[in-house]
């Protein structure tokens, strides 16, 4: 396995790679779900480590402050998938705060880590984020707008943990006599 060093730099490697694919306006909201299980080779929520959360979150917010992104950190399902962000996120969109602290056992070791990484966090329940990073299938669909699109990465895996990554679009409507703006397909 590598170490936490090679862990932080391929996470960063890996949201360079994806920004690089999609485009995304400042202030946009990327939701990342992690299995730190996942990642060091074990079942998800059978393996947590502080340490790889700590690791992956340092190398996701190079990026995502690179890219004047907020972070969105997915809790595991014992919070019900609760999302861990700044406070400026949650007001900007109008997000309701909800009280809870993640713990490595209880929110997972990566939505811990987001939240004392963060300068000020708060948990919510629900977003409608702009696009989205599933490290380690722990299921961040519902936490995207409508129209998710996959984003076919070179990078598979980080650590032993599948990766999948998907933009979110405008809803087409108005059928067969409508004309569509093609920059935002």
Do not use: W
Request: aromatic share 8%.
């Amino acid at each position: 396995m590598n170490t936490l060093d090679e862990l932080e730099e391929q996470t960063a490697s890996l949201l360079e790679e994806f920004f690089s694919n999609i485009s995304c306006n400042c202030g946009d909201i990327l939701v990342i779900g992690c299995s730190t299980s996942e990642v060091l080779g074990h079942q998800i929520g059978t393996y947590s480590s502080k340490e790889a959360g700590e690791a992956i979150i340092r190398g996701a917010l190079k990026i995502t402050q690179k890219f004047c992104v907020f972070l969105a950190a997915q809790c595991c399902e014992h919070l019900n998938r609760a999302i861990i962000l700044e406070e400026k996120a949650a007001s900007l969109y109008h997000l309701e705060p909800v009280n809870v602290i993640p713990q490595p056992k209880a929110g997972g070791s990566f939505a811990t880590a987001a939240y004392y990484s963060f300068q000020k966090p708060v948990a919510v329940e629900h977003i409608q984020a702009h696009a989205g990073i599933d490290i380690g299938d722990t299921f961040i669909g519902m936490h995207l707008k409508p129209v998710a699109v996959p984003i076919r990465l070179t990078t598979k895996t980080l650590g032993y943990a599948h990766i999948c990554a998907a933009r979110t679009r405008p809803k087409f409507i108005g059928g067969s006599r409508a004309c569509y703006d093609e920059t935002i397909i």
